[in-house]
């Protein structure tokens, strides 16, 4: 898993609550078997609507997502996951997660950033009013800002300026913090531990069962 410290990007506003995940990713694309090529389903029905906002072009490549509560709720499937890393979003941010989509960011290198609810509105205005700001998320010091646009900056869109800058703190335990900087997925937190296992190999009773 690749190791995740910063993302700076322009950020997409879903605003959206109660996302679940086969909004994120319908059922129909759960027979592939590969990790690739979910782009094209992730949020297949809504994106039939010219006007969603996957379909409006000040936020093509935008690599951050900015949702509603509960996004990633109902039936677990790593499909959801995939299918946004695919599409190209290194993080998601929202006040509250699924708990089983959320260990499946961690476990897959998706950033869940969990921050204040008072925060997403921030950045649902901030996206809004200027789709080419950047947002900084910090993931090592736990932080997520979004500096003053100034005329200078190439972000800048002519109309709308920055006012108050954003800086806010990210709810995220420092166990899953270690993972995503790190890059560790479960089978490397496995293999930390393959000294005892080797060892333990060695040693076991004859009599107990071979796994092959």
């Known amino acids: 898993m690749k190791p995740v410290r910063k993302i ?69 499937r790593e499909h959801a996951v995939w299918a946004l890393q695919d599409y190209g979003f290194e993080a998601v941010v929202s006040s509250r997660f699924g708990d089983i989509f959320f260990n499946n960011c961690i476990s897959c290198g998706l950033v869940p950033v969990v921050v204040d609810s008072e925060v997403v509105d921030e950045l649902f205005k901030l996206t809004k009013d200027n789709p080419q700001a950047e947002v900084t998320i910090d993931v090592e010091n736990k932080l997520i800002s979004v500096v003053d646009v100034s005329p200078d900056s190439p972000s800048f869109t002519g109309a709308n300026k920055i006012t108050k800058p954003i800086s806010a703190p990210i709810h995220l335990d420092d166990f899953s913090i270690q993972k995503l900087v790190n890059g560790w997925d479960n089978i490397d937190l496995t293999l930390q531990h393959e000294k005892e296992i080797t060892a333990y190999e060695q040693n076991r009773p004859s009599w107990m069962v071979t796994v092959s």
């Open 8 to 76: 700076v990007s322009k950020a997409v506003p879903l605003e959206r609550s109660n996302v679940d995940t086969d909004q994120i990713i319908p059922a129909v694309w759960l027979k592939r078997v590969e990790r690739t090529g979910y782009a094209d389903g992730l949020f297949e029905a809504w994106r039939k609507d010219p006007d969603f906002v996957l379909n409006q072009s000040q936020y093509v490549g935008g690599t951050i997502l900015i949702a509603g509560s509960n996004f990633g709720i109902g039936s677990s």
